[in-house]
């Protein structure tokens, strides 16, 4: 069975910086595309980033470009969203989904995505 597990959320001023960690068991994510989204309260679900399988072509949301970073550790079995300079317009739950299919490239729509984390909280405040 599959299992993605998001952590590194929290609570953050602006300007600041986090790491969310996307870990799966039961599975080996070197080879697949792996999407982090989020969801603000009333908003519907976007993608933020996306890493393609063997750290193939990122993708990055006009609203993170040169702010989030995402990577990849094949031997941790982990991909990482690393956020920096947070804004308030951050704050979102933030979830983490694989695709299962082999593909070196990766998408920002949530359907191309077939299993997903319980997602973690991230908000931005002073």
């Known amino acids: 069975q599959v299992q993605v597990v998001e952590s590194g959320g929290g609570l953050v001023q602006p300007g600041g910086s986090l790491r969310l960690s996307c870990a799966a068991s039961g599975f080996t994510l070197d080879y697949h595309a792996i999407g982090w989204f989020r969801q603000a309260p009333g908003k519907e679900r976007e993608g933020v980033s996306c890493?393609?399988?063997?750290?193939?072509?990122?993708y990055y949301g006009e609203s993170v470009k040169g702010r989030f970073t995402i990577s990849r550790d094949n031997a941790k079995n982990t991909v990482y969203l690393q956020m920096n300079s947070l804004k308030r317009e951050d704050t979102a739950v933030y979830y983490c989904?694989?695709?299962?299919?082999?593909?070196?490239?990766?998408?920002?729509?949530?359907?191309?995505?077939?299993?997903w984390g319980q997602g973690t909280q991230v908000t931005v405040s002073s």
């Open positions: 890493i393609g399988g063997s750290s193939g072509s990122t």
């Open positions: 989904a694989i695709d299962r299919g082999y593909s070196s490239y990766c998408s920002p729509s949530l359907y191309e995505y077939d299993y």
